[in-house]
């Protein structure tokens, strides 16, 4: 998957900052790099197909929260995703 062009996409679809762009970016490259979606799901995982999964998030969730909540439904439909999630660390 093209970084720039999932940047690029959620980018115009979120208003996140650039910290978080970048680590919900590097979670769906991870994601994409490890198979998983593509083997469960039978398609490719493109930029096109996070944003429209994102987009279905409740109203007001950031960015990040709008992407665990995508991967708390595939954990429940096929077991696997919770490596993905974007994790906070306390200060």
Sequence with gaps: MDRDALTIA???AFDADDDELR???R???DLADAGT???DLDHEL??????EHLSDAPEGYSLA???????G???LSHGGYTRFEVR???A
């Design 10 to 12: 959620l980018s115009d």
């Design 23 to 25: 680590v919900v970016t």
């Design 27 to 29: 979670q769906a490259r």
């Design 37 to 39: 979606y593509a083997a």
């Design 46 to 51: 493109t930029p096109e197909v996070i944003v």
């Design 65 to 71: 929260e709008a992407w665990n909540w995508w991967l």
């Design 73 to 75: 439904s595939l954990e």
């Design 88 to 90: 906070t660390t306390g």
